[in-house]
């Protein structure tokens, strides 16, 4: 499981320690740690063991832990896999607090939720790389694993479909 799951950390030791490790000091620090706890509504957690957390709290911790500092790149693999509906909001909204200017990279089997966070979008199947692109048309994303593909060009959008 993640990091924020094994130790004894409550909720704001873990973001300031993650801060520190990114470069933050002294009221920057408290500052993020603040920014985290409100996005995350988790002020009246803040003094909780990470370990003693919801799933879903736990989930929204790391997606906040590797956010915090604001890296160049940030890869989340599946950060909403387990989360309730309400919670699922909160991390779309951290997500997007955090996306401006820095790549974010997200694994996800989810279609929506790939077109909520993604400026561009791939899709691959079997190891293999079948559709990408900044816009994918619904008939596109229907039909993806078609080998007859090719690239297209569709209004704003732009995708590349790829051959087997």
């Given at each position: 499981?993640s990091?924020?799951?094994?130790?004894?950390?409550?909720?704001k030791?873990h973001?300031?320690f993650?801060?520190?490790?990114?470069g933050?000091?002294?009221?920057d620090?408290?500052r993020a740690?603040d920014e985290a706890?409100n996005l995350?509504h988790?002020?009246?957690?803040q003094n909780?063991r990470?370990k003693d957390l919801s799933?879903g709290?736990?989930?929204?911790l790391?997606v906040?832990?590797?956010?915090?500092?604001?890296?160049?790149v940030?890869?989340?693999?599946?950060?909403?896999?387990?989360?309730?509906?309400?919670n699922r909001?909160?991390c779309y909204d951290l997500?997007?607090?955090?996306?401006?200017g820095?790549t974010?990279i997200?694994?996800?089997?989810?279609?929506?939720e790939?077109e909520?966070?993604?400026?561009?979008?791939a899709?691959m199947?079997n190891g293999?790389l079948?559709?990408?692109?900044?816009?994918?048309p619904e008939?596109?994303?229907?039909?993806?694993?078609?080998p007859?593909?090719?690239?297209?060009?569709?209004?704003?959008?732009?995708?590349?479909t790829?051959n087997e």
């Amino acid at each position: 499981m993640s990091y924020g799951s094994r130790t004894v950390f409550t909720v704001k030791q873990h973001l300031m320690f993650f801060a520190t490790i990114r470069g933050l000091h002294g009221d920057d620090i408290e500052r993020a740690c603040d920014e985290a706890l409100n996005l995350l509504h988790m002020h009246e957690k803040q003094n909780a063991r990470a370990k003693d957390l919801s799933g879903g709290q736990k989930r929204l911790l790391n997606v906040a832990l590797a956010c915090i500092g604001n890296p160049d790149v940030i890869v989340l693999d599946e950060p909403t896999v387990g989360i309730d509906p309400s919670n699922r909001r909160q991390c779309y909204d951290l997500i997007l607090k955090y996306r401006s200017g820095r790549t974010i990279i997200i694994t996800t089997q989810h279609m929506h939720e790939a077109e909520i966070l993604g400026d561009r979008i791939a899709i691959m199947t079997n190891g293999k790389l079948r559709v990408a692109g900044s816009c994918l048309p619904e008939e596109t994303i229907l039909h993806w694993l078609d080998p007859q593909h090719c690239v297209e060009e569709n209004g704003n959008c732009s995708f590349t479909t790829y051959n087997e």
